[in-house]
């Protein structure tokens, strides 16, 4: 069995499987349950001045047959006391010495209120801090979370003033409401950052009704934006993730967070450089149980692929993530059809003759009718092989490439390079 201990910023945990920062992470009782049940770390729920929530408070948007695709919420940090938070994660990590028990925090961007709840959370032996500038609505109206979150400068001064307090590492969870998150998470290494967690939730607005032309969810007859996490934003966030991850000068520990709901996500997400990985909505929609399957999993690939801890995975796949512009223009790859799996749906065709390159062709043989690529006309844009039914069907395969390796940039510099010498020849 492989190695699954995991370190983000000297924070050591039995496994990378973390619950995040939310319901699940909402009392002692259930990060004991967790903890019980095999899960590596937990991020508490954040604590801050305690709201009042409102009913209703979650949606979900089902496709395809699939339940909770993704999933919306409107609540907010912590509604309980913060005495009663600290006496439940006091209790917490002394029965569970092993486990990762990091605390969210959020407070007024205020330098004596970061060092106030710093030190009272700390006191009662916590290994780490997440300081939540992502939460995108409710706290953003009163000028913390994302309203922090979204400001670099902001982001920098309250890591610092964290910083000034703090003993334990802090860990700057960052929004995804935002044109580049590389930005602020530069500033956050810049206040002094330990590492740095994404994505949290992004704005959203799950529904209308169509009966009562009510949002969903509606509190009272009104409604209003929520974040949105689950299966569907784990492209965005596995994205967020790479760009941080690529960029030397960022260089601290990642935590990834976003639509993570089995072990293959989450070494999708260590491989693009997350150290550890933090999972709420797939644990709100099957419970705790799931981390059985995760460690499971994840351990049979290590073992599969001959790798003895799972620390090896960590930004493996990094150097391969780039910008559009370095990519190869000449190399190429066709659709081909194998017609002994195929079975003539023509969802390929269509999808290709309507929307794509009109380079399939129906044929007919003594066998009956079957379906063709002109390769000569494909551009491997891979629509064919996504939208067929049956696995397999259909293979990109390369093909000859049509020139020597050549990206947009290297075009831009050999014109340039060009029309230099072009100049200086007219120059003289």
């Excluded at 947009?408 to 007219?426: H, I, P, Q, S, Y």
Aim: proline fraction near 5%; charged fraction near 20%.
């Amino acid at each position: 069995m492989a190695d699954l201990r995991v370190s983000l910023a000297d924070i050591e945990a039995p496994n990378p499987f973390w619950l995040a920062s939310a319901p699940p992470t909402n009392t002692g009782y259930q990060v004991q349950r967790a903890f019980e049940a095999g899960w590596g770390g937990a991020v508490w729920k954040t604590l801050g001045e305690p709201i009042i929530n409102t009913s209703s408070r979650f949606a979900a948007v089902h496709f395809g047959g699939q339940r909770v695709a993704g999933f919306n919420n409107i609540e907010l940090i912590t509604d309980r006391p913060l005495e009663v938070n600290l006496r439940e994660i006091y209790e917490t990590k002394k029965k569970f010495p092993n486990h990762a028990l990091v605390v969210s925090l959020m407070v007024e961007p205020k330098r004596e209120k970061w060092h106030e709840i710093v030190k009272r959370v700390e006191d009662v032996g916590v290994d780490g801090l997440e300081l939540n500038f992502g939460c995108p609505h409710g706290m953003a109206e009163r000028g913390m979370g994302s309203a922090s979150g979204q400001q670099p400068d902001l982001v920098e001064m309250q890591t610092m003033w964290a910083k000034e307090a703090a003993r334990t590492p802090v860990i700057v969870k960052l929004t995804p409401n935002i044109t580049d998150i590389t930005v602020t998470a530069r500033h956050a290494v810049l206040g002094g950052a330990d590492a740095i967690s994404m994505i949290n939730t992004i704005n959203s607005l799950a529904g209308v009704d169509l009966d009562s032309w009510q949002t969903i969810p509606h509190v009272a007859g009104k409604g209003a934006h929520g974040g949105y996490c689950g299966p569907a934003v784990k492209p965005i966030a596995l994205n967020m993730v790479a760009e941080c991850a690529r960029h030397s000068d960022i260089g601290v520990p990642i935590s990834g967070i976003g639509g993570i709901a089995t072990w293959q996500d989450a070494a999708e997400f260590m491989l693009m450089g997350a150290s550890a990985v933090q999972i709420c909505t797939a644990a709100m929609h099957h419970g705790f149980r799931i981390v059985e399957e995760m460690i499971d999993g994840l351990n049979h690939y290590l073992d599969n692929k001959g790798i003895a801890s799972v620390k090896e995975l960590v930004g493996k796949a990094v150097p391969r993530y780039s910008d559009w512009g370095d990519l190869d223009l000449n190399y190429r790859v066709v659709a081909r059809i194998n017609t002994e799996t195929c079975i003539n749906c023509n969802k390929c065709y269509i999808a290709c003759e309507d929307t794509s390159h009109q380079c399939i062709d129906r044929l007919t043989s003594e066998s009956g009718p079957y379906l063709q690529v002109r390769e000569e006309d494909c551009v491997g844009c891979n629509l064919c092989s996504i939208v067929c039914p049956v696995d397999g069907a259909i293979e990109m395969v390369e093909a000859e490439p049509a020139g020597a390796p050549m990206s947009w940039n290297d075009r831009v510099r050999t014109m340039a390079n060009l029309n230099a010498g072009k100049a200086g020849m007219e120059a003289r």
